[in-house]
C-alpha cells in the first residue's frame, strides 16, 4: 500500500502499476487528507462562513461537498472564502481585514508544525482574531487502525515527507504485524526503488522500516518541529471518513492556547446528517475497492464534476485513475 | 498536499528566511528546524521549511521538476 497521496499520483503520472510483475499490486491508502476529512468537517467550517468569519484554506478544500454546500458554492453565494498556500497567508489576511480569520487546519504531520508556526505568530503579534478549525490527522494512527483487521497487504511505501517529521522509528509498530515499509521519495527512481526493497524484503520474510529517502529524512525525523507541534496541540480521538474514529489520531488545539481554537471561539452549529450519495470514497481509502468498482466513478462523478473527496482532490485515488489511467 | 518544494536559502531574518529557486524567491518560516544556515538547501512545505536536503539531492530534485514529470 502506498499510504500517500502524492505518491498515488506520481505512480500513476509514472504509469508504474502497468510495470509491476504479475502478483504484485499497489493500493492506495488513506493518506489524502482532503479526502479523509469528513463531511461533518466541511457542513462547520461552511455554518462559520456563513456567520461572516473570514475563512481561509488550502484550495483543495474548496470544492469539497459537506453535507449541503461545499465552501466554494457559499462563496459562490458570497461568503469570504480565500484559499491561500501557507497559514501565514491566513494570518496576514487577519493582520489586513482586522476580521475574524477561521484557516481550516488541515493535513498530516508534515503540515501541523506549520500551521502550529503560524497560531504562535498570531500570539507574538497579538493578533486576537485568527483562529484554527482543527481537522489535522496523524498517520501511525491511522496505519495502526488499518493493519488491526487482515487487509491482505504485504508492506507499505511509506510518505516522504511526513517521516521527514516523525522519523523512521514512527513505523516501528509494523513489525510486530510481519510487515516491512520503506520511506520514499517522490521521483519514479525512488518509487521504484522503494517497491524493490519492499519485494527483497518480502521475499526474503525480513521485515524492516527503511529509510529510502536519507537526503531528506532523518532516522529522529525533525525534533523541532514535533516541538512546536505539541506545544499548541493535542492527539484527540478523530474521524476519518471510510475508517471511522480512530483513537489519538487528530490534533486538537490545547486547552491552554483556546482563544486559537475556532470551535472554543465560535458556536458552531451545524445541520444535520449527510444525504446518501453512493460515494465510496471510503472504502477506496481503505484499500477494499479500486475506484472503477464504484458505480459513480467517472460517470456522475468526475474531476470536473466530483461528488466525493475522492475525486476533489488532484491528489485522490479516484481522480488520478481518471487523469492518468 | 505534502507536496514539498527544494530551494536555497539566501537570507535571514530572525525566524525567517528569504529562500530561492529557479528565479522564485519567498519568504519562508525557518522555526522548525535547526541551524538553518546561507545557501541551505531546505525543502520547503506550505510556506515553512520542513527539512534541509544534501545539495546534490535538491538537484536531483529540482531536475525532476525542470523536466515536468512531477507536480503532485
Known amino acids: ?325 | 498536499m505534502c507536496l514539498a518544494v527544494p530551494m536555497k536559502v539566501v537570507e535571514i531574518n530572525g525566524d525567517m528566511a528569504v529562500v530561492e529557486s529557479a528565479g522564485l524567491r519567498r519568504e519562508v518560516g525557518i522555526m522548525l528546524l535547526s541551524n538553518v544556515k546561507l545557501n541551505d538547501w531546505v525543502l520547503i512545505h506550505a510556506g515553512f521549511a520542513i527539512t534541509k536536503l544534501t545539495k546534490k539531492q535538491a538537484r536531483e530534485t529540482l531536475a525532476i521538476f525542470a523536466e515536468g514529470q512531477f507536480f503532485g
Not at chain 1, 483543495?60 to 454546500?69: C, E, H, K
Not at chain 1, 504562535?120 to 488491526?148: C, G, H, Q, W, Y
Request: net charge neutral; proline share 6%.
Open chain 1, 1 to 325: 500500500m502506498e499510504v500517500c497521496g502524492t505518491h498515488t499520483v506520481a505512480i500513476r503520472r509514472f504509469g508504474l502499476q502497468r510495470l509491476l510483475p504479475a502478483g504484485v499490486k499497489l493500493v492506495s491508502g488513506p493518506g489524502c487528507p482532503v479526502c479523509v476529512t469528513p463531511d461533518s468537517y466541511i457542513d462547520e467550517a461552511v455554518a462559520l462562513a456563513r456567520q461572516g468569519v473570514v475563512i481561509a484554506s488550502f484550495g483543495d478544500m474548496l470544492r469539497v461537498p459537506g453535507s449541503r454546500s461545499s465552501l466554494e458554492k457559499e462563496r459562490a453565494a458570497g461568503a469570504d472564502i480565500r484559499a491561500v498556500y501557507s497559514p501565514l497567508d491566513a494570518l496576514q489576511i487577519a493582520a489586513e481585514t482586522g476580521r475574524e480569520t477561521v484557516f481550516l487546519a488541515v493535513g498530516f504531520e508534515t503540515t501541523a508544525p506549520g500551521i502550529a508556526a503560524a497560531a504562535m505568530k498570531a500570539l507574538e503579534n497579538k493578533l486576537d482574531n485568527f483562529s484554527l478549525l482543527t481537522a489535522l490527522r496523524l498517520v501511525p494512527p491511522a496505519l495502526k487502525a488499518l493493519i488491526a483487521v487482515d487487509t491482505g497487504l504485504s508492506g507499505f511505501l511509506l510518505p516522504g515527507h511526513v517521516s521527514a517529521i516523525i522519523g523512521r522509528k514512527a513505523y516501528d509498530f509494523l513489525l510486530q504485524h510481519r510487515l516491512s515499509g520503506v520511506i520514499s521519495g517522490f521521483s519514479a527512481e525512488d518509487i521504484i526503488s522503494s517497491l524493490l526493497l519492499l519485494l527483497e524484503m518480502h521475499n526474503k520474510d525480513i521485515y524492516k522500516i527503511l529509510n529510502n529517502y536519507p537526503a531528506a529524512v532523518r532516522d529522529s525525523g525533525n525534533e523541532k518541529s514535533r516541538t512546536v507541534l505539541a506545544e499548541v496541540f493535542e492527539p484527540v480521538d478523530a474521524e476519518w471518513r471510510g475508517l471511522g474514529f480512530i483513537a489519538g489520531s487528530g490534533l486538537n488545539v490545547r486547552p491552554a492556547y483556546a482563544g486559537l481554537d475556532s470551535r472554543r471561539r465560535f458556536t458552531i452549529k451545524t445541520e444535520s446528517a449527510s444525504p446518501q450519495r453512493g460515494c465510496r470514497c471510503g472504502d477506496v481509502l481503505r484499500g477494499l475497492i479500486d475506484p472503477p468498482a464504484c458505480p459513480l466513478f467517472n460517470k456522475a462523478c468526475r474531476p470536473d464534476q466530483p461528488l466525493g473527496p475522492c475525486m476533489v482532490s488532484s491528489e485522490g485515488s479516484c481522480s488520478a485513475w481518471v487523469t492518468y489511467g
